[in-house]
């Protein structure tokens, strides 16, 4: 029996101690029980094994460090995960409390279970057991675990960029990403970046009284449909000047690789998407759509008068929040003066329309190739025991193209979350026979590099 196997149930029962933490980064209220959650990662680190485990503080929840670098003229590795959650509502539509873990079917449901706290115990665990069996380990290893990945993660991009040195690392391994389907050995080469902002509409100084101005007063709530509407097609075409000029297209070998992918589209979106049909440009496949095209959503409109009863009035000013997710090689800076000059250029007649972008990211896009990501395909596929799929993931994770950036490293994204864990909804679980080949396949993956 090896160390994994035989720790396995201390290894739950920790993972159930970190997540009674309800660490809630967008929560004021919740800075003690972040700063508990940073104190228990650092003692985790320091009871596998590592060395100079501890906080860094600064500007907003501190980082955890620590590193093992006893292997000269082998690879370092940097590790990343982020011990925040999101908050838990609705609460009543959790069938057991969200910060009490409970274990249903081979599931472990709590707050954080897959994202990120499962995932970042794995990394810390499969180096536990090597150092804690051998003494040491066949590479180097740095971990760096942050506190605001759910807030816009806004200390550890600093540090990123103001520390290089103390992260010097060949690749990184972000364990934060899912599996195409359970028990299929996945690797995630590429994000979507992010462009997320507000779309605000002004007309007259003042709201006015529909009977009196009605037919000759602009109204901001309209005009902003109609940008909207103009921004993007009723088939899910962007109608931005120049928005897709730079979008690099999958190439033929990755676009066969996604139509051999177990997929039921009927079961996706029935099951996973819940809805009567899907959307989008009809030119462009489900795939790519989702991994390999850019978006433009509305996520929120406020103006006006929305409470109970009637109020007739023109409201004086409207606002949207939008994103607009972007795939490699668009650029954030250039996608929102694109973003701005065509919302000027179908803004209707008596009203202003400005766009304000609050965060952005840029899009990664790792080569297959490579040897940290072939070393990972090994590795999982030897713990799996199926051959690793290469996908691609709608979502962002902005520190991928800080790492990039700042360290000149690629990004492992070797995660082990279910595409049913409901991440950042209610009823999180992570599948427990999951998390434990992960933290098997984590070491395995270590090995693979060091031999």
């Not at 910060?99 to 536990?128: C, H, M, W």
């Not at 195409?180 to 462009?195: E, H, K, M, Q, S």
């Not at 759509?289 to 004086?316: D, N, Q, S």
Request: net charge negative; aromatic share 8%.
């Amino acid at each position: 029996m090896t160390y994994y196997e035989e720790n396995r149930d201390r290894f739950l029962e920790g993972l159930k101690t970190f997540l009674r933490i309800p660490s809630i980064s967008t929560d004021p209220e919740r800075k003690d029980d972040i700063r508990r959650a940073a104190e228990f990662v650092a003692g985790e680190l320091r009871e596998a094994g590592l060395d100079h485990a501890g906080l860094i503080e600064g500007q907003g929840h501190p980082l955890v460090y620590g590193d093992w670098l006893g292997a000269p003229g082998k690879p370092t590795i940097l590790f990343y995960g982020h011990y925040d959650v999101q908050p838990p509502d609705p609460l009543e539509e959790w069938k057991s409390p969200p910060f009490e873990p409970t274990i249903r079917d081979n599931n472990l449901y709590a707050r954080g279970a897959s994202d990120d706290k499962g995932q970042t115990y794995i990394l810390i665990k499969a180096v536990e057991g090597l150092l804690k069996t051998r003494g040491r380990l066949p590479v180097n290893v740095r971990f760096l675990i942050e506190g605001e990945e759910e807030v816009g993660g806004e200390h550890v991009e600093a540090y990123v960029a103001s520390k290089p040195a103390n992260l010097k690392a060949d690749a990184a391994v972000v364990c934060d990403t899912e599996m195409f389907a359970p028990d299929l050995p996945t690797l995630c080469v590429g994000l979507r970046g992010i462009v997320y902002g507000e779309l605000r509409v002004e007309g007259a100084d003042h709201d006015l009284h529909s009977g009196v101005y009605g037919g000759v007063a602009p109204n901001p709530i309209q005009a902003i449909a109609e940008i909207l509407c103009a921004l993007k097609d009723r088939d899910g075409r962007i109608q931005i000047p120049g928005f897709t000029d730079r979008v690099i297209p999958p190439s033929e070998k990755e676009s066969a690789a996604w139509a051999r992918l177990p997929f039921d589209e009927r079961e996706y979106r029935e099951k996973e998407i819940g809805a009567s049909d899907l959307v989008g440009d009809p030119s462009h496949t489900l795939f790519e759509r989702v991994w390999a095209r850019p978006t433009l959503e509305v996520h929120g409109i406020r103006g006006g008068f929305v409470g109970e009863g009637a109020k007739t009035v023109i409201p004086a000013r409207a606002l949207a929040k939008l994103s607009m997710r972007l795939v490699a090689d668009q650029r954030p800076e250039e996608a929102i003066e694109q973003l701005k000059a065509a919302v000027a250029r179908v803004c209707p007649r008596g009203v202003k329309a400005e766009f304000k972008s609050i965060h952005g990211a840029a899009p990664s896009l790792v080569d297959p190739e490579n040897p940290f990501i072939r070393a990972a395909a090994a590795a999982l596929a030897k713990v799996f025991g199926r051959e690793t799929v290469y996908i691609r993931s709608g979502g962002s994770i902005p520190i991928v193209g800080s790492f990039d950036r700042h360290l000149g490293i690629p990004s492992v994204l070797m995660g082990f979350g279910l595409p049913d864990d409901n991440l950042h909804a209610p009823n999180e679980k992570f599948h427990l026979p999951t998390f434990f080949r992960g933290i098997e396949a984590v070491a395995r993956y270590l090995d693979v590099l060091g031999g």
